[in-house]
């Protein structure tokens, strides 16, 4: 339950922050290591 609540709220902020327009600077450290999980891995690092 308590990823359940955090991946709601760390999206919720995240949907806040595309509709607002904001920098990615300006996001916590928390959703910019969200974000990252989704990028794919390259496999030349």
Same mark, same amino acid.
């Given at each position: 339950? +308590?990823?359940?609540?955090? @991946?709601? *709220? #760390? +999206?919720?902020? *995240? #949907? @806040? $922050? #595309? @509709? +607002? @327009?904001? !920098? $990615? $600077?300006? *996001?916590?450290p928390e959703a910019l290591t969200? *974000? $990252?999980?989704y990028l794919p891995?390259? !496999?030349?690092?």
């Open positions: 339950m +308590e990823s359940f609540a955090y @991946r709601f *709220l #760390i +999206e919720g902020t *995240l #949907i @806040r $922050a #595309i @509709r +607002e @327009r904001q !920098p $990615a $600077a300006e *996001l916590t969200y *974000l $990252a999980h891995v390259s !496999p030349h690092t």
